[in-house]
């Protein structure tokens, strides 16, 4: 099997544990140096340790307690970087169908999640995870 393949599979697999809520195995993919950056200028934006991560996840679950449901539309691979288009959907605790659109892009080292990177419509991020709310005004904002 070639890496890409690998590293496809890799992702596919860290998508189910998404879609199972399977926090211990999330964090499991990541390397102990591992971390998330999602980007924007969002609540939930920044660059997360795999500490952090751990700590977090959890969360998610408890603002979709019937689930979030992420779905891979294509996927592009080359060495060690796999490039996902991606889509979400799931009720929100506040009553709100959430739904956005995604690219995600998986770094891996030696069959370890060393770095995924998260864009995202910011916008539905803050209207419904953050109900409303936006960081505060700061230097280069």
Known sequence: MSIEARNKQLVRD???LLNR?????IVAAYAPDGRLRTMGRTLISGTFTR????AAAGGIYQAFPQG???AIDA???EGERVAVEAHSHGPHVSGVTYSNEYHFLFVFRDGQLLELRE???TERVTDILCGGARPPAGPGA
């Open 14 to 16: 860290f998508f189910a």
């Open 21 to 25: 809520g399977d926090v211990a195995g």
């Open 51 to 54: 500490a952090q991560i751990e």
């Open 68 to 70: 979030l449901r992420f």
């Open 75 to 77: 996927m592009t691979a």
């Open 119 to 121: 864009y995202m419509d």
